[in-house]
């Protein structure tokens, strides 16, 4: 075989390798950062856990606020304070004693028009207020595919940034009453997750995407 021809073929077997290595069916950093960053596309919204409105917060509740700033009269405190919610206090019905209704003072809260903005509906479930986004950072690591069935799998690690936070997210009244907000917002950047992947005939896919 003369020089050409090893050259030749030295560059088609070199080609091949990056081909190989470039597959979107790999596994490597920028797939899983290609995959990943696909479900923060269609699930990366951040938001507080579904809330039917109204809410009637309770005597003991306001009570046990200082103590237990993450119960409901604590968080409809917090989000009365951006201007979310607001509360009045109204008695609901109560027993008949002696011919005399006896009622149960509450606060009742009802959502105001400056959260509706905020509010995020998925079809056959509950509007949440939402408050931000996620964004992929960094890809840390993953484990080497393993073959489950007719398909692999690996898991990846990586950390994550937030984006369009709203401002009303960063008060420290609504950090302390929404405590997974408040890890959110003050490990940013720095917090680690690990995502399933699975490998289809188009590529890596997280699970759950299509859920």
Not at 106 to 133: E, N, S
Request: charged share 25%.
């Amino acid at each position: 075989m003369n020089k050409t021809a090893i050259s030749l073929v030295l560059g088609a077997t070199l080609v091949a390798s990056l081909s190989a290595c470039n597959s979107k069916t790999s596994a490597n950093e920028e797939n899983f950062g290609l995959t990943i960053s696909q479900y923060f596309d269609k699930k990366g919204d951040l938001c507080l856990d579904p809330i039917k409105w109204p809410v009637d917060v309770y005597e003991i509740d306001i009570r046990q606020q200082k103590l237990y700033p993450d119960n409901a009269a604590g968080q409809m405190s917090a989000l009365e304070a951006v201007g979310l919610a607001k509360g009045e206090e109204i008695e609901l019905p109560g027993a008949v004693v002696d011919g005399k209704a006896s009622g149960v003072k509450v606060r009742r809260y009802i959502m105001t028009d400056a959260a509706k903005p905020y509010l995020h509906a998925k079809p056959g479930k509950q509007p949440r207020i939402c408050w931000g986004r996620k964004s992929l950072s960094k890809v840390i690591r993953w484990a080497d595919p393993a073959k489950v069935g007719d398909h692999e799998e690996s898991s990846v690690i990586y950390t994550y940034k937030l984006s369009n936070v709203a401002d009303w997210a960063r008060k420290p009244q609504v950090k302390e009453a929404f405590p997974e907000l408040g890890r959110n917002i003050d490990g940013e950047r720095s917090q680690k997750e690990k995502i399933y992947v699975k490998l289809t005939p188009n590529g890596w896919e997280a699970f759950g995407l299509n859920d």
